[in-house]
């Protein structure tokens, strides 16, 4: 299904949709750095509150508006005549980084909280396995969008 309206505002909504997805990207980057971090410090401590606060501001301010900012226009681009082509494969390589984006946020949004409650249950050496996750996602979608290698 597709929505002829939409043909003319292409541009503008798949702008929209990049401008939503660095945001975004620049969060799934950052986040699990300051985890890093974090486990450095004591629970209770004043660098651990202000991780705390750094995190919580992080995720609600900047990562979870930009999720959905970019699923809100990623959605309008599926929807816009001639763009999603379901029966290539570089459509399924980029619904699969996506995936891995949107299932990162969550791991990250579930870690955030077990910080705010001093009850972190993952290592240093685990949020710094989890910091790479996003870039393979990103090298994934980039590559199946430009590329489109099947």
């Given amino acids: 299904m597709t929505i002829d ?26 986040l699990p750095r300051l985890f ?4 450095q410090v004591a629970p209770g401590s004043a660098q651990s509150e ?3 606060v750094m995190e919580r501001r992080l995720m ?11 699923w809100t226009f990623g959605l309008l681009l ?9 029966g290539a494969g570089w459509w399924w390589g980029k619904v699969a980084g996506l ?6 946020h969550h791991v990250l949004s579930v870690g955030r909280k077990r ?12 949020w710094r396995i989890m910091n790479e996750v996003p870039t393979l996602a990103l090298i994934l979608i980039v590559v199946m969008v430009i590329a489109k290698p099947f």
């Fill in 50 to 52: 202000l991780f705390k």
């Fill in 78 to 86: 599926v929807l816009t005549p001639g763009v999603a082509d379901w």
């Fill in 5 to 30: 309206a939409l043909a003319p505002w292409y541009p503008w909504v798949k702008s929209m949709h990049l401008l939503g997805a660095f945001a975004w990207m620049a969060g799934l980057f950052y």
């Fill in 60 to 70: 609600r301010a900047i990562m979870n508006p930009a999720m959905m900012w970019t």
């Fill in 115 to 126: 910080f705010e409650r001093d009850a972190n249950a993952r290592s240093e050496r685990d």
């Fill in 36 to 39: 890093v971090y974090h486990c």
């Fill in 99 to 104: 995936s891995a984006m949107t299932w990162v």
